[in-house]
């Protein structure tokens, strides 16, 4: 990779759909956040367990890892408060 492009930020691909589940809850629905081309813009979502599936195999939605949202909520927390140590 060229120093020039390690500069760049990426490109925004709003073909990209991540999901994160929050809570598979006793009723029946699902918690989840839901972002399309960066996983750290999400908005917090509920539905049934079905209609989550449908909903995310009609987007080609991936779930992230435990691993990414644990860098998406650190980023967050930076931009919170400044420090992702808080």
């Known amino acids: 990779m060229s120093p020039e492009s390690a500069d760049r930020k990426p490109v925004f691909d709003a073909s990209c759909h991540y999901v994160w589940v929050r809570?598979?809850?006793p009723d029946g629905y699902v918690e989840f956040d839901f972002s399309i081309g960066?996983?750290?813009l999400a908005v917090e979502l509920r539905?049934?367990?079905a209609a989550f599936e449908t909903f995310c195999q009609e987007?080609?939605?991936r779930h992230l890892t435990a691993g990414e949202n644990a860098a998406v909520q650190r980023e967050r927390a930076k931009w919170q408060f400044g420090s992702p140590d808080r």
Do not use: C, E, V
């Open 23 to 25: 809570a598979r809850r």
């Open 38 to 40: 960066d996983p750290g």
């Open 47 to 49: 539905l049934p367990a």
């Open 59 to 61: 987007r080609g939605a």
